[in-house]
């Protein structure tokens, strides 16, 4: 049997792809990593913490022993990090402690234990603003803010310790994920709630920023596909759907049948300064070995904004 060590098990996409597994592979187990989180985020896995292919393990993986839950481990996928960008301006201290400290302590225990692939879930804020075309693997990085500025970090210690320690990985570099479970302060799910709610939306600056979205299980399955293909290297992990920030908030109203006039304009200069204007990637690479995305972007939306509309308990 296979054995996935995942970090952020109860994250996000952390849990939607332990999910995954349990669901569709009977010959893979999970060893998950998680810090003890709040109820909410627990809810994610639920109904697979008694799974016999399931093992738990609370750690802070920046700060904790991690032998124990390597051993016999045959792939570990870190999706494991500190996220959100406004968070990272106002107190950068954490995302250095758990984007780069931990990736380091993850990767020191990946080669002592001498696993077989190790997946460092990464995103396309590491490469900056681009107002045309679209970025490929082999794009200078441009962070603009702590946050992408560690993941930067993250990904070169990666690839450190494949060139310098012959350890086999995968970096994946993403667009902006979304799909249901998805945390309560990100965009999506917030649009969602002000708009049940009747509530302004917040968009930031003139709302003309732009952003590509994938669903969830897009880019879970990728990474399953890049594993089963045995291949290593930078791959950019794209749906290439993209939307300014205000046709986002217009989108979640028309399917809410909410006016367009809950829509509110907010200066974003204090909140997040170096606000970068358009991200893109390209992901032709990862086409070329096989993967499309399952999801469009009108039938994603669709699925996540109904998940939301039956279990607004999410946002409570």
Known sequence: MTRILVSGCLGFIGSYFVKQMLTT????????????????????????????NLTLH?????????????KDVDYVI??????????SIRDPEPFV??????????????????????????????????LEGAYKEDA????????????????ALVLAYQNCYGLKTIITRTENNYGPWQSREKVFPVFVRKALNDELLPVYGDGQHKRMWLHVEDHCKAIWHLL?????????????????????????????????????????????????RRYAL???????????????????????????KQNQWWFM
């Open 228 to 276: 089963l293909k045995s291949e290593t290297g930078i791959f950019h992990v794209a749906g290439e759907q993209e939307l300014t920030n205000l046709e986002l908030a217009k989108r979640i109203l028309k399917l809410l049948n909410k006016p367009d006039s809950l829509i509110e304009f907010i200066p974003d200069h204090d909140i997040r300064p170096g606000h970068d």
């Open 140 to 155: 200078r990085p441009n962070p603009t803010n702590p946050y992408a500025a560690t993941k930067m970090a993250a990904d």
């Open 25 to 52: 592979r009977s010959d893979v187990s999970i060893v998950g990593i998680n810090r003890l989180s709040n109820t909410r985020n627990r809810e994610r896995l639920a109904g697979y913490k008694d799974h016999p």
């Open 58 to 70: 609370y750690l802070d993986f920046a700060k904790d022993d991690l032998a124990d839950a390597f």
């Open 282 to 308: 390209d992901c032709s690479k990862l086409r070329a070995t096989g993967w499309k995305p399952l999801w469009s972007i009108d039938k994603g939306f669709e699925h996540a904004v109904d998940w939301y």
């Open 78 to 87: 870190h999706f494991g990090a500190k996220t959100f960008v406004d968070y």
């Open 97 to 130: 402690q758990s984007n780069i400290i931990g990736t380091y302590k993850m990767l020191e225990e990946a080669r002592k234990n001498d696993i077989d692939c190790f997946v460092q879930v990464s995103t396309d804020e590491v490469y900056g603003s681009i």
